[in-house]
DNA sequence: GCCGTTTTCGGCCCGACTGTTTTCAGTCG
């Protein structure tokens, strides 16, 4: 069971109870425990085994009695109060809760008057008109439901990252070319979040109209969904929605600050704005009927009484601690990077040459690069052999002899085997600048086996970095099991960096992991593992993620001089 | 159910919109 299974149940809790109308602070202590413990770093069964309760009872937001809670779930394997609600509410009704306009209350009319007990039998009860009548629910109520459940079918997953920011990009220059003042986009997008549910941007302009109408008339636009005097609604023609709101200069900052969010930062702002007896919302920073803080984020910060958080920073986990505490880190930067460790070429399954990656890494201003072609066991990636990899380590030799402003890394992107080995012997990995272990066959290993076979090549003293450590494919792939604590600290102590996979595909490891490689005392890379010259680009996404960790630049190997690099691969 | 420069009780974020109402509940972000 892993710490996701765990937030999954106390999520389940929290909305069963929500629809059985108990009290809403007890329902609020079950979803915020969820959201804790999905994205607590340590294993959590681990840290209970190690600690007991009382372990548990450290982790904010968890109390005596989640803690009993989820010991008991821990040794049984269930949890009798989550199976005796269950008994009372059909679990299907939980479903209920994923569409659009259908929340607690509803449910419980759906089930209580009608008998419904999932997605299937709602849709058939709307479709027969079985909800005219009920309380509270006329024509538009059914109407809108039935689109709910149809949204809901298409499978309307978050989009990647790499993918909404370029969209909200081109939609933030089309409104400016429209004559916005100012533009800028929100939400989690802001924050730098792999996925995106939608694009919220918001403008300042001097006619509201001129910019609602630009908006839902761009070319891109597939759909208007809503649109009204101060905002709008579209999906676009990438199936993504996004949302404008135009605003009065002197409201931006305090809005910016709303809606980028995350909610729980949100909460968290509000309830100190409370304790030194003020009031936030949207709107600015008021005392009394008072507006004293609103037209820019800065200013609503300082009225609180804090320094500004970057918006990665912005989850409601630990960050404004910190900030109070003068204790936020100072980000790690893109001009922070001073080169790339992972790159593929022609040679093995990428699609440039050496020279070409390395006129684009000057372009860039780097110091170093480092090519890692594929080993030779990975035969679907045309992994070098031996002798071809020899030779590779001649040509760059040579190479570096005639270039000024850059140095050439021969490193290789060598398999971990399911034993635990690497793909190459031990004196051709001796000659490479260094090794990124990566683990690309054998994913179904169980989590312990995955776990040793991983240390056991940390330990062979040949591998420098880790490479895309838990194998993830954004919206593809699930991770391979593995118990990334453990690794963490046995890379903390073998000297292995974990990489940071800059690729929009992957942003593995994930935030919440580099934030507890930071705390162990791992090192991180950031590397963009390039196949394409163009992917190059793609390092902003891994520094976004590394900031989202709370990364800073002395926990990036490749922020390092050259020199302190060369010393750490040579250890 | 959690938590404490409001500390073991009594608090626990704020506002908009929608659809259904005739003053508001439910949902959402």
Redesign the pocket.
């Known amino acids: 069971m892993n710490n996701a299974d765990i937030g999954k149940i106390m999520l389940e809790i929290g909305e069963l109870l929500e629809i059985k109308g108990d009290?809403i602070?007890?329902i609020?202590?079950?979803l915020k425990?969820a959201e804790i413990l999905s994205t607590y770093p340590e294993d959590l069964v681990k840290l209970y085994k190690e600690t007991g309760i009382k372990g548990l009872?450290q982790i904010?937001?968890?109390?005596?009695?989640?803690?009993k809670k989820l010991e008991e779930l821990f040794n049984t394997g269930k949890i009798k109060?989550f199976e005796d609600l269950k008994k009372e509410l059909p679990e299907g009704l939980l479903e209920l809760?994923s569409?659009?306009?259908?929340?607690?209350?509803?449910?419980k009319i759906f089930f209580e008057e009608l008998g419904i007990k999932d997605l299937k039998g709602l849709e058939k009860a709307v479709k027969s008109g079985k909800l005219k009548g009920l309380k509270?629910?006329?024509?538009?109520?059914e109407e809108?439901i039935l689109k709910g459940i149809e949204y809901r079918k298409k499978g309307n997953e978050r989009m990647r990252l790499g993918d909404a920011l370029p969209i909200a990009e081109g939609l933030i220059k089309e409104l400016k070319a429209a004559g916005a003042k100012e533009a800028v986009f929100a939400g989690s997008l802001r924050r730098g979040k792999e996925t995106a549910g939608d694009i919220d941007i918001l403008v300042t302009a001097k006619e509201h109209g001129k910019a609602i109408e630009a908006f839902t008339s761009f070319e891109r636009v597939s759909r208007v969904l809503?649109k009204?005097g101060?905002?709008a609604s579209i999906l676009t023609k990438d199936g993504i929605q996004a949302d404008l709101r135009v605003l009065a200069p002197d409201e931006f900052g305090a809005a910016l600050n709303y809606f980028t969010g995350s909610?729980d930062h949100?909460?968290l702002l509000?309830?100190l704005?409370?304790?030194k007896g003020l009031?936030?919302?949207?709107?600015g920073v008021f005392k009394g009927e008072k507006r004293f803080a609103s037209k820019t984020e800065e200013e609503v910060y300082r009225a609180l009484g804090l320094p500004y958080i970057e918006p990665e920073l912005r989850e409601g986990r630990g960050e404004i601690e910190a900030a109070l505490n003068g204790k936020l880190p100072r980000l790690v930067e893109l001009g922070d990077i001073r080169g790339d460790l992972h790159m593929h070429t022609a040679a093995s399954d990428g699609t440039g040459s050496i020279r070409e990656l390395v006129s684009a890494a000057k372009k860039k201003g780097y110091e170093y690069i480092g090519i890692t072609d594929h080993s030779a066991s990975l035969k679907v990636a045309r992994g070098l052999s031996s002798e071809l990899l020899l030779k590779r380590i001649k040509e760059i030799e040579t190479l570096n002899k005639n270039l000024k402003g850059l140095r050439v890394l021969c490193g290789s992107e060598v398999d971990i085997k399911p034993d635990g080995t690497l793909d190459y012997n031990d004196g051709l990995l001796s000659r490479l600048d260094y090794a990124i272990g990566s683990v690309h066959t054998s994913f179904r290993m169980k989590k312990d086996d995955m776990t040793k076979r991983v240390i056991r090549a940390f330990k062979s003293g040949r591998m420098k970095i880790f490479g895309h450590p838990t194998g993830r494919l954004l919206n593809e792939r699930e991770p391979y099991e593995i118990d990334m604590g453990e690794v963490i600290s046995a890379a903390a102590g073998e000297g292995v960096a974990l990489e940071l996979s800059a690729s929009p595909y992957r942003l593995d490891l994930t935030d919440i992991n580099c934030r507890a490689a930071k705390e162990k005392g791992a090192l991180v890379s950031i590397n963009t593992d390039s196949h394409a010259i163009g992917e190059l680009d793609n390092m902003k996404y891994g520094v976004t993620t590394a900031r989202r960790g709370w990364l800073e630049k002395n926990n990036v190997i490749n922020c390092l001089s050259l020199k302190a690099l060369l010393r750490f691969l040579a250890k």
């Open positions: 009290m602070f007890k609020r202590a079950y425990a009872t904010p937001g968890i109390g005596e009695g989640l803690a109060y809760l569409v659009q306009g259908v929340g607690p209350k509803k449910a509270g629910m006329g024509e538009k109520t809108n809503a009204g101060t905002k909610k949100n909460v509000r309830e704005a409370i304790k009031k936030l919302s949207e709107y």
